[in-house]
């Protein structure tokens, strides 16, 4: 019996492939594509943040084009198109995005190589195919609960005294400035929306993990104690079950601010910083000194800020040691130590505090 020529059956080429046929004969009557189906991908219209077979992904519309977001397309290939045998790999040669902002009918059109092989033991063949993606716009979960004021953690920032609206301000954009340069979802800023209170600001977040370490960064900075607790998130009226408590960050901004003068166990002092330590001058010693915030708000503490009161330097005594000051309001005269005032001449008005015959002076660079 004669040996089988090494020929193509159908063609006559010496180029034989696989099941004595060459490549183009064999892909002829085995086909890598079956049938394509139409494709979609829905797209949020405020972010374009992309959904992929019902999922948000990490990508966006812009990441279209690049090797990672290209990879995670290459699956919707896989799932929607139909295929004599199963391809090894795909890759988008090339992609164009068209969108339509009159129709609003968008649509992403390429080319994307496809390799397969009908035998483990036989080369890949390779295969272009072009491809059409049509584009449906919607709105993605985050976005969504944006709009509608939902959030997952709050930030509460309380004061016991009163608040300027400046003070306000500057809380919330330290907040949004510290949220924007935090670990984000899906490159979103955790941070949803920031209510401004009398007493304070709520900060809403998207994120638990984000609130509580954004959180603990902003008390650590001013020296705000943090507790944290839950609040009542409502009812699922469809099972008169409770939502899961949200949890909150309380932070109980610090009673007093850099330059308060008060007595600390009956000593003057006035406040230079106050963040994770109390930096502070001691007016007896003159000199500076630090303290743990907790060690520091057991102590014995008076705010001496209300006993401020306006003078007026009369005059220095002969010998240089002394002062003659008079209270603009009460016209009282007192005696203090002339250097308290060294820095003023005859005739000036000033604000200060008088403590147990001594003049407490707001100090700018707390040196003395």
């Known amino acids: 019996m004669g040996k089988l020529a090494s020929i193509c059956i159908s063609c006559g080429s010496s180029e034989i492939f ?37 999922n948000w992904s990490n990508f966006y519309l812009a990441d279209l084009g690049k090797p990672d977001a290209n990879a995670r397309l290459s699956i919707l290939f896989s799932q929607e ?14 992609l164009n995005i068209h969108l339509d902002e009159v129709s609003y009918k968008s649509i992403i059109t390429g080319l994307v190589d496809i390799s397969a092989s ?13 491809f059409t993606i049509l584009i449906e716009w919607g709105e993605c979960t985050e976005c969504r609960t944006r709009l509608t004021g939902s959030y997952m ?8 005294k009163e608040v300027t609206t400046h003070q306000l301000e500057s809380w919330s954009d330290e907040i949004e400035s510290i949220s924007q340069s935090h670990p984000q979802i899906h490159r979103k800023n ?22 509580n370490s954004i959180g603990r960064e902003f008390a650590k900075k001013h020296g705000g104690i943090i507790s944290v607790t839950t609040e009542f998130a409502g009812f699922d009226k469809s099972k008169s079950k409770e939502y899961p408590r949200k949890p909150v960050v309380l932070i ?36 500076k000194e630090r303290i743990p915030v907790k060690s520091f708000l057991t102590a014995d503490l008076k705010d001496l800020e209300k006993e401020a009161q306006q003078y007026q330097l009369v005059n220095f005594e002969e010998e240089g040691t002394l002062a ?15 250097s308290e005032v060294v820095d003023f001449s005859e005739g000036t008005t000033f604000e200060g505090i008088l403590h147990d015959g001594k003049l407490l002076r707001r100090k700018n660079n707390c040196r003395g």
């Open 18 to 54: 696989f099941g004595h046929l060459c490549q183009k004969c064999y892909l002829e009557s085995h086909p890598i594509l079956q049938q394509k189906r139409e494709m979609y991908i829905t797209v949020c219209e405020r972010c374009e943040l992309l959904s992929i077979k019902g």
């Open 81 to 94: 198109w139909s295929f004599y045998y199963r391809p090894k790999e795909f890759s988008i040669r090339e």
């Open 118 to 130: 009908p035998d483990v033991f036989v080369p890949l063949m390779t295969i272009s195919e072009d």
């Open 153 to 160: 953690s709050k930030i509460q920032i309380r004061s016991s």
């Open 190 to 211: 955790p941070l949803s929306k920031i209510n401004f209170l009398k007493s304070g600001i709520d900060a809403l977040f998207q994120s638990k993990p984000a609130a």
């Open 252 to 287: 109980t901004m610090p009673r007093f601010d850099s330059g308060d003068i008060l007595l600390y166990n009956h000593q003057p002092i006035q406040i230079i910083k106050y963040n994770s330590k109390v930096e502070y001058w001691d007016f007896s010693k003159k000199d």
């Open 324 to 338: 003659q000051i008079m209270n603009t309001k009460t016209f009282e005269i007192t005696f203090i130590d002339s």
